[in-house]
């Protein structure tokens, strides 16, 4: 009899071998790769324009004579760059995650080989965990070339050499990367192994996927005051941050509201902990990485559980006998 | 010796309707046992709970001597599945299929042993060629390959013939034998027709909502109904009521 381990070794090498064959990995992560890259592009281009405009109204102010004393230069930080990077991680990551995760079981349930395997001398437990494995796999190898090519693009576009520091606030990112999609993995196989017809689990994750991804952030930010107004409407408005704080005070309900539905989403707490760690989020720029990710720890702390609450409903959920093989 | 497959009391229930109602059988060890009954008559269901798919609601059934329920990982070391239709993993060959079950299975040195099974089932041709490309026919022998891979004492096969064209269903019939007799395998299929039990099978069991109608040798269904006989005359000769 094989040891689990070497049953376990075997389903996720099949997995591995299977996502290489068919191009699935290939594809969706070349995708991801390629809107990245545009969104870094896209940055530096509008990074570039900024600060083609400062010198600009430099130039124009030492040719009239005045003082450049007030004209604030752009600040230049390469990782807020990433931006775009980690929306569209959020975005197309979350999908690529369904898919595997569909796969993994539409794959088996489609030729009735979930059947076979279940009367072989391995459990459901080895099974999984099998499958579980290899896809994990997958995911942090399509994430590593993803986040590596980011931060050599970064390099390359800005000409800055990313610091030691840099590189770990980009790897930090990276493992919540990995939970996150990981977290829609599951999703997609949860959902393809319960539901009697494999169009309709499609159908739910990409439903669960449109509410939490793209929805709930969007109303959220619809909601937040601040986004009303282009640049913000407190600082349109000439309001300090105290002032704007007591402001809030009155909306307490409101910004309660508005950031549960923010809560709900796993996509917010994958962005706000990115943001916070890369300092695109101003209040976090300069911050020291430790104060950055205690301050940011119930993200973190979101993206775990999430994870690890749907591995445990997988390991504990019965395997329906109905849906091992050909749609019911 | 424990019987090949010992079945006692055994029932299934899906909530008020009873898949199976006290089924009571015992199939002893090299037979070739075909298992018919209609649509719907708890064959599958019986499959299912043999090949540790399925618990059932009362009852136990054995593999060998190994209960289904309570001693399923060594049940499943006695035992090789040829589901009805089955089909493996299309983009994969032959050979990749065969050595992912056997991994699975744990067979010592699998690629020795995938060469003399495909040699036994008259195929090795078919190694290295992709599942997706394959006949019905080609498909089946593959799909049997991977069920006696490590060497199960009992073989299950769910509608062997479905789908098949004439000359499948005589190479089919002709490899169940051969594996009945070179392997000693006992061998359980769930089948329709009379005819093709009575040119492979040793004994037969008639199962008529979830209940045994009727359980003979070859040799006795055969004195008894004649072989061109369909499963719905049999019944009607099992169940006078029904014909009524």
């Given at each position: 009899m094989t040891s689990r381990p070497a049953q376990i070794a075997t389903i996720a090498g099949k997995e591995i071998h299977d996502a290489l064959r068919t191009h699935v990995l290939s594809l969706l992560t070349g995708f991801l790769i390629l809107a990245a890259m545009v969104s870094l592009t896209v940055s530096s281009i509008a990074l570039h324009a900024e600060y083609l405009t400062y010198v600009q109204s430099r130039d124009l102010l030492l040719s009239l004579g005045k003082s450049i004393n007030d004209?604030?230069?752009?600040?230049f930080f390469p990782l807020k760059l990433l931006r775009g990077?980690?929306?569209?991680?959020?975005?197309?990551?979350?999908?690529?995650?369904?898919?595997?995760?569909y796969r993994a079981a539409a794959v088996e349930r489609g030729h009735s080989t979930l059947m076979l395997i279940m009367t072989r001398p391995l459990g459901r437990t080895a099974f999984l965990a099998g499958k579980l494995a290899g896809n994990m796999v997958l995911i942090v190898a399509g994430l590593a070339a993803t986040f590596a090519l980011g931060a050599l693009a970064l390099f390359v576009i800005s000409g800055v050499g990313l610091g030691a520091a840099d590189l770990l606030r980009i790897a930090i990112v990276f493992a919540a990367a990995i939970l996150y999609v990981g977290s829609f993995f599951l999703l997609g196989f949860i959902l393809a192994l319960g539901f009697a017809r494999l169009p309709t689990a499609l159908l739910v994750a990409f439903a669960v996927w449109l509410t939490l991804v793209l929805i709930a952030p969007q109303i959220g930010d619809t909601m937040d005051p601040d986004n009303q107004v282009?640049?913000?409407?407190?600082?349109?408005?000439?309001?300090?941050?105290?002032?704007?704080?007591?402001?809030?005070?009155?909306?307490?309900?409101?910004?309660?509201?508005?950031?549960?539905?923010?809560?709900?989403?796993?996509?917010?707490?994958?962005?706000?902990?990115?943001?916070?760690?890369?300092?695109?989020?101003?209040?976090?720029n300069g911050q020291p990485l430790a104060d950055v990710i205690l301050d940011r720890l119930a993200d973190l702390w979101w993206l775990l559980g999430i994870f690890a609450g749907l591995v445990l409903y997988l390991f504990a959920r019965p395997l329906n006998i109905a849906r091992l093989s050909k749609e019911q | 010796m424990d019987p090949a497959i010992g079945i006692d009391r055994l029932s299934k229930r899906y909530g008020s309707l009873a898949a199976l109602d006290n089924l009571t059988l015992e199939i002893d060890r090299s037979e070739i046992f075909g298992f018919l009954g209609h649509n719907g008559a708890g064959k599958t269901t019986t499959i299912n709970i043999l090949t540790t798919l399925l618990a059932p609601t009362s009852g136990s059934?054995?593999?060998?001597?190994?209960?289904?329920?309570?001693?399923?990982?060594?049940?499943?070391?006695?035992?090789?599945?040829?589901?009805?239709?089955?089909?493996?993993?299309?983009?994969?060959?032959?050979?990749?299929?065969?050595?992912?079950?056997?991994?699975?299975?744990?067979?010592?040195?699998?690629?020795?042993?995938?060469?003399?099974?495909?040699?036994?089932?008259?195929?090795?041709?078919?190694?290295?060629?992709?599942?997706?490309?394959?006949?019905?026919?080609?498909?089946?022998?593959?799909?049997?390959?991977?069920?006696?891979?490590?060497?199960?004492?009992v073989l299950f096969l769910d509608e062997p013939t479905s789908g098949l064209d004439p000359l499948g269903i005589k190479t089919l019939r002709d490899l169940i034998v051969k594996l009945n007799r070179t392997l000693g395998m006992t061998i359980f299929m769930n089948t329709h027709l009379i005819s093709e039990v009575s040119k492979t099978c040793t004994s037969i069991g008639v199962l008529n909502h979830g209940r045994l109608a009727y359980r003979d040798t070859i040799a006795g269904v055969l004195a008894r109904f004649g072989d061109d006989q369909t499963l719905e005359e049999l019944y009607l000769s099992l169940t006078p009521a029904a014909a009524a």
């Open positions: 004209l604030v230069p752009p600040a990077f980690v929306e569209h991680v959020e975005i197309i990551g979350a999908v690529l995650g369904i898919v595997l995760g282009a640049g913000g409407v407190f600082r349109k408005l000439g309001i300090a941050k105290p002032e704007e704080k007591e402001i809030l005070k009155s909306f307490a309900t409101y910004e309660t509201i508005r950031d549960d539905i923010e809560q709900a989403s796993p996509a917010k707490h994958f962005e706000r902990f990115s943001f916070a760690v890369l300092g695109i989020k101003d209040i976090y | 059934a054995s593999i060998c001597g190994c209960d289904v329920v309570a001693d399923s990982m060594k049940a499943r070391q006695h035992i090789g599945y040829v589901p009805e239709n089955v089909r493996l993993y299309d983009s994969m060959t032959a050979r990749d299929n065969l050595l992912f079950f056997a991994r699975l299975s744990g067979v010592r040195e699998p690629s020795q042993r995938i060469g003399e099974v495909l040699a036994i089932l008259d195929c090795p041709e078919l190694a290295t060629k992709r599942v997706g490309d394959m006949s019905k026919g080609q498909r089946q022998r593959i799909g049997l390959a991977q069920a006696i891979l490590h060497r199960p004492d």
